[in-house]
C-alpha cells in the first residue's frame, strides 16, 4: 500500500520567507509526527498529533513553527520567516495508535538561502 | 541533553566484515530500543527492535545486543554487503509517544 508522501520533495526559499510543508499520512493511521533532520544531527522531534487530541508541541524550537492536521489524516507544518539555520530535512512518521514503529515519509529537503 | 548516545558517527568496513555501533542511555524508564536504517534521499526505516527483558534479538543478518545493567545496546551486521551502506539511528522509546534518536552512523561496506 502506500506509505507517507511528502510534498515538495525540495524547497528553497529566501530568508524571511515563509513555507509549508504537507505530509500524507498511511490511511488508517491515528499518530503522525514531525521530525528534523540536519546535517550531522539525530532526529530532532518537533510536534506529535494523535486522533482528536490536542497536539503535543514541546519539540517546536521557537513560535516560527506551527503544524496543523486537517480532519485527522494531512498535516501542514509551516515556518514563519525563515532563518538560515531552519535548513534541513524535514520528515514526516505515522503510527497506528498504540504502534511503536514510526513510518517515515521521504522527507521535505529546506534549503533558506 | 542528548538521550541517546551514538558511536561512532562513521564507519567503513570491508565487504563480509561484521560493523557494530553503539548506544547507551541514562533513562531507566525506556522500554523500547528501535534501530533505524536510512538511505540517501529516504526516510528512515524500522530494521530490528528490542525490548529491555531480552538480551539479544536476532534477525537475518543484523542483531542486537543489550546491556540493561550498563544501559548500553549496539547493533552488530554479519557479513556485511555493500548494499547495508547507509546511515542507522538507534533510538529509545517511552510507553506513550516520544521517541529519542541517536545522532546517526554512516556505514560505508567497501566492495
Known amino acids: 500500500g502506500a506509505g507517507v508522501s511528502q510534498s515538495p520533495s525540495n524547497k528553497v526559499t529566501e530568508k524571511g520567507k515563509d513555507v509549508e510543508l504537507r505530509c500524507d499520512p498511511i490511511?488508517?493511521?491515528?499518530?503522525l509526527y514531525w521530525y528534523r533532520q540536519s546535517l550531522g544531527q539525530g532526529l530532532e522531534f518537533l510536534i506529535y498529533?494523535?486522533?482528536?487530541?490536542?497536539?503535543?508541541k514541546s519539540g517546536l524550537p521557537s513560535d516560527r513553527f506551527s503544524a496543523e492536521r486537517t480532519g485527522g489524516s494531512v498535516s501542514t507544518l509551516t515556518i514563519q520567516r525563515t532563518q538560515q539555520e531552519d535548513s534541513a530535512v524535514y520528515l514526516c512518521a505515522s503510527s497506528t495508535r498504540g504502534g511503536r514503529e514510526r513510518f517515515f515519509g521521504p522527507g521535505t529537503r529546506l534549503t533558506v538561502l | 541533553q542528548q538521550q541517546v548516545k551514538q558511536s561512532p558517527q562513521s564507519l567503513i568496513v570491508q565487504k563480509g566484515g561484521i560493523p557494530i555501533i553503539n548506544c547507551a542511555y541514562e533513562n531507566t524508564a525506556f522500554d523500547y530500543f528501535p534501530w533505524y536504517q536510512q538511505f540517501p534521499g529516504k526516510g528512515p526505516a524500522l530494521l530490528i527492535a528490542?525490548?529491555?527483558?531480552?538480551s539479544e534479538k536476532k534477525e537475518g543478518r543484523f542483531t542486537i545486543s543489550f546491556n540493561k545493567s550498563a544501559k548500553q545496546f549496539s547493533l552488530h551486521i554479519m557479513d556485511s554487503q555493500p548494499g547495508d551502506s547507509a546511515t542507522y539511528f538507534c533510538?529509545?522509546?517511552?510507553?506513550?509517544?516520544?521517541?529519542?534518536f541517536g545522532t546517526g552512523t554512516s556505514l560505508t561496506v567497501i566492495p
Open positions: 533510538a529509545a522509546g517511552l510507553t506513550g509517544n516520544q521517541f529519542y
Open positions: 490511511s488508517g493511521h491515528t499518530a
Open positions: 528490542i525490548r529491555p527483558d531480552v
Open positions: 498529533f494523535q486522533g482528536n487530541s490536542a497536539p503535543d
